[in-house]
């Protein structure tokens, strides 16, 4: 079946900082979303992205499905960034990956 | 507030005991998904219903099974339960099924503990 590689794994920053999260996967998909899992564990939608960009405040996400991997961007981190970031692909079923643990520290 | 709801928060229950848990899903939306969070097996589909009829399996244990009900909202039955079974269900819900335009919005989760 389809693989979904998320990177990195853990990902700590200082509150104000930029990152960069990455996912990969092994086949073409329907659908792509990003979800963020707050630390009482529900899962929130970031973006529906099965191609393109998108911008909602201080996150985007871009998909380049020629390539197969999306991007989410997060600019100017806040500690209620922290959790962990899921990429979910679809082709016949929702596939998750792994997740980026995010830490923001103040 | 994704407007998907889901019954109970949590549950507690023995081995061998069997559990069924709810979901209403967002209005207007006409399919279901149910998932499973555990910390060995990361978040994995289960089972998807689309108005009424069952539509995409994924990995969903014979013991487990669902429904979804003609106000469509779902249930997820689970029986002979085991320690391994403790995990956070996810119960999702979206207007069409899967590959077409169709974004998923998850509810809260129930955490199930088998003790």
């Known amino acids: 079946g389809i693989q979904v590689e998320q990177s990195p794994p853990d990902l700590i920053l200082q509150e104000g900082a930029n990152s960069t999260l990455r996912c990969n996967f092994s086949d073409s998909v329907n659908n792509l979303q990003w979800f963020h899992q707050n630390p009482w564990g529900q899962l929130i939608n970031l973006f529906y992205?099965?191609?393109g960009t998108k911008q909602n405040g201080r996150l985007s996400a871009t998909t380049v499905a020629t390539e197969r991997y999306s991007l989410l961007y997060i600019s100017s981190s806040q500690t209620t960034d922290s959790g962990v970031y899921f990429c979910a692909v679809e082709i016949n079923d929702m596939r998750f990956g792994a997740g980026t643990r995010l830490t923001v520290k103040p | 507030d994704s407007g998907v709801t889901q019954t109970p928060k949590h549950l507690i229950t023995a081995t061998g005991q069997r559990v069924t848990l709810r979901c209403s899903p967002r209005s207007g939306d006409l399919s279901v998904y149910w998932y499973q969070q555990s910390l060995d097996q990361g978040l994995q589909f289960l089972i998807q219903?689309?108005?009424?009829?069952?539509?995409a399996k994924g990995n969903i244990l014979e013991r487990f099974s669902a429904q979804q009900f003609p106000d469509l909202h779902s249930e997820l039955n689970l029986s002979s339960l085991e320690l391994g079974d403790s995990a956070l269900y996810f119960c999702?819900?979206?207007?069409?099924?899967?590959?077409?335009?169709?974004?998923?919005?998850f509810g809260p989760g129930t955490r199930l503990t088998v003790l």
């Open positions: 992205i099965p191609s």
């Open positions: 219903y689309y108005n009424g009829e069952e539509r």
């Open positions: 999702a819900s979206g207007f069409q099924g899967f590959s077409s335009y169709n974004e998923q919005f």
